[in-house]
């Protein structure tokens, strides 16, 4: 588990001594990558064949300390962030390589150091232990942002920082206070029933709390904390699928959810009608932010604004309560993963390849590049939940669990929210494959990008493919959380 959190760490130190050595560099980041899913399946099965692991580094106060736990709940996120970040090695090299692009010591410098932050909040035993790997992935992933150093990505950055680090500091702190004050602990609990917040705690300040810890992390995208996601846009693409998918808004929603089901626990939240409040509450994201990404011709952005809307999926399935909805919210952090990164590789592939970003650009592009909008399709009928893609099975666990909870209206916002979805995603590919090129040149001259582009996103779009034919593995990581 240790070993785990520390292979990024020192795969970060290995890049930037090898800097000079661009293959040598690329091999140290394909290494750690490699090294950290090793620890992590190694993890896996020790949790799985034994039970959870602690292991407790310092004590601050009693109380307060730098702890790792590897649970059930730490697989989900730990197995595919570290997974993807071997994928995403291969792309990066090829992105950046492709376009020259400056800085690349330092880009996959950080782009380890945001994998340290991000598997230190997969074994995460505690919320100190929690927020300071999250303020890690803050910090680490702010040079990515701004990679470009001109004026729309300093922008960007500063939006990034502001927004991310504002909200932790501004309103996770404050809740960190409370909880110890009412708790005298900060530790999770060891089940999702009962929390840590005693029973005669003060109701409004456990409320407000509560409130603060949604809002704060505000990695998860929920609006009105959202802006600084599209923002982020103005990074490479490599960068966007790490945002995206593998780290930063995966390590928001997960902060998110294992605060509700740890720290307050499903009978608090019950008892407080939080559970309720919490999912209309994401829902006004998962329609709003659908509606938005209708709007957008950018595809990078049609995309980001799709991530806010998919991400409040996974704390609606925690927010209902109910077995059901809670393993569909969590099997959703690992389906929209492999789709979502597919869909970025997509975009840096078509723009590697023929410099373009808009959609209405991109007519008739899937004739002299069916593989990519194939892996393009495959993704969209995912993020839509189309069976047998991956993306399927977590909307049929989420509307199971809204039936379960009583919450016909939440039914009808994933009916319409698919809808939506399918409306945004589906005259991208249509187009692509029937559309005539607008400036009538029919595609001529273009192909596919390179093989290094290539081959991630064909891999990861099997991937979505593959977890909706066989979800069984993860969904039986996901029933160790159930009590």
């Known amino acids: ?62 109380g307060v300390s730098l702890t790792l736990r590897a649970d059930h709940f730490s697989l989900v996120f730990a197995l595919v962030a570290s997974f993807l970040w071997i994928v995403t090695v291969f792309y990066g090299m090829g992105y950046m390589r492709g376009l020259k692009e400056h800085a690349q010591t330092r880009f996959g410098a950080c782009f380890a150091l945001a994998l340290f932050g991000a598997m230190g909040c997969a074994f995460s035993d505690n919320l100190f232990t929690l927020y300071l790997f999250y303020e890690i992935v803050s910090i680490t992933t702010y040079p990515l942002v701004a990679h470009h150093q001109d004026r729309e990505g300093y922008e960007g950055g500063r939006k990034y920082l502001v927004y991310l680090t504002g909200t932790a500091k501004g309103l996770v702190l404050p809740a960190m206070v409370l909880t110890y004050v009412m708790c005298g602990t900060l530790d999770f609990s060891h089940n999702i029933s009962s929390g840590i917040f005693p029973g005669n705690a003060n109701r409004l300040l456990v409320t407000v709390t509560y409130a603060c810890m949604i809002l704060g992390f505000a990695k998860n995208g929920v609006m009105p904390f959202h802006n600084w996601l599209p923002s982020a846009m103005v990074a490479p693409t490599p960068v966007s699928a790490l945002l995206h998918a593998v780290a930063v808004v995966k390590v928001g929603v997960f902060a998110t959810t294992r605060v509700m089901l740890y ?24 329609l709003v932010a659908s509606l938005v990404a209708l709007s957008k011709d950018n595809l990078k952005l049609r995309l980001a604004y799709s991530t806010v809307s998919q991400l409040s999926y996974v704390i609606l399935g925690a927010a209902l309560l109910t077995p059901a909805a809670i393993q569909g919210g969590m099997v959703h952090i690992v389906n929209h993963a492999f789709s979502k990164i597919t869909l970025f590789f997509c975009a840096g592939a078509i723009y590697v390849a023929t410099r373009k970003k808009d959609i209405s650009e991109m007519k008739g592009l899937g004739r002299t590049m069916p593989l990519t909008f194939g892996a393009f399709a ?51 590919v249509y187009h692509a494959y029937f559309g005539a090129a607008p400036d009538g040149s029919g595609g001529e001259g273009m192909r596919e990008a390179s093989p290094a582009l290539l081959a991630p996103l064909l891999i990861t779009a099997a991937l979505s493919v593959a977890a909706g034919l066989f979800p069984e593995f993860f969904i039986g990581i996901v029933k160790g959380v159930l009590p």
């Open 378 to 428: 495959v993704a969209s009928l995912s993020m839509i939940g189309v069976p047998p893609v991956s993306g399927f099975i977590s909307k049929w666990y989420l509307l199971t669990g809204a039936v379960a909870a009583h919450q016909a209206g939440i039914v009808l916002v994933l009916l319409a929210s698919t809808l939506l979805n399918a409306a945004y995603f589906v005259p991208v």
């Open 1 to 62: 588990m240790l070993a785990a959190v520390l292979a990024p760490l020192v795969g970060a130190l290995l890049v930037m001594l090898t800097g000079r050595r661009p293959n040598l560099r690329e091999g140290c980041s394909f290494a750690a990558a490699t090294m950290t899913f090793g620890m992590a399946a190694w993890t896996a099965h020790a949790v799985l064949a034994g039970g959870p692991l602690k292991l407790r580094l310092f004590t601050l106060l009693p």
């Open 263 to 286: 720290l307050f626990g499903v009978d608090t939240m019950a008892a407080l009608n939080l559970g309720v409040a919490t999912a209309w509450f994401v829902s006004f994201t998962i």
